[in-house]
């Protein structure tokens, strides 16, 4: 079992900026990246951004490509790691719930991910 913990959600104003993070810890010899998914109200879940578990891969959404950065500080030889999300210029569209998910690929197929956190809530306020 993969425990992940987030944090960092909350209500920001269009433009402004916020950092995610999440921390994973429990079994994760067997993962090999990190990820973020996001859902909006009446919306599907979808895919924002991916690292691998050294950090050296990263994969992102079209949508947030040169405004969020997907950043990891894993400790070398240690089975905990905690991805960061930071975003920047955020728009009205960036509102919802935040999920960070352990899995075997980087890349945006929710099914690649076998754990999933419980979701923080970004707001963008006009």
């Known amino acids: 079992q993969v425990h992940l913990v987030e944090s960092g959600g909350g209500l920001v104003q269009a433009g402004g900026s916020q950092r995610l993070s999440c921390e994973a810890s429990?079994?994760?010899?067997?993962?090999?990246?990190m990820g973020w998914f996001r859902q909006a109200p009446g919306k599907e879940r979808e895919f924002v951004a991916a690292?691998?578990?050294?950090?050296?891969?990263?994969?992102?959404?079209?949508s947030v490509k040169g405004r969020f950065t997907i950043t990891t500080d894993n400790v070398k030889n240690t089975v905990k790691n905690t991805v960061y999300l930071q975003m920047n210029s955020l728009k009205l569209e960036d509102t919802a719930v935040y999920y960070c998910?352990?899995?075997?690929?980087?890349?945006?197929?929710?099914?690649?991910?076998?754990?999933w956190g419980q979701g923080t809530q970004v707001t963008v306020s006009a």
């Open positions: 998910a352990v899995g075997r690929e980087v890349g945006g197929n929710p099914r690649a991910y076998d754990f």
């Open positions: 429990g079994r994760t010899f067997t993962s090999f990246a």
């Open positions: 690292i691998s578990w050294s950090g050296g891969l990263t994969h992102y959404a079209d």
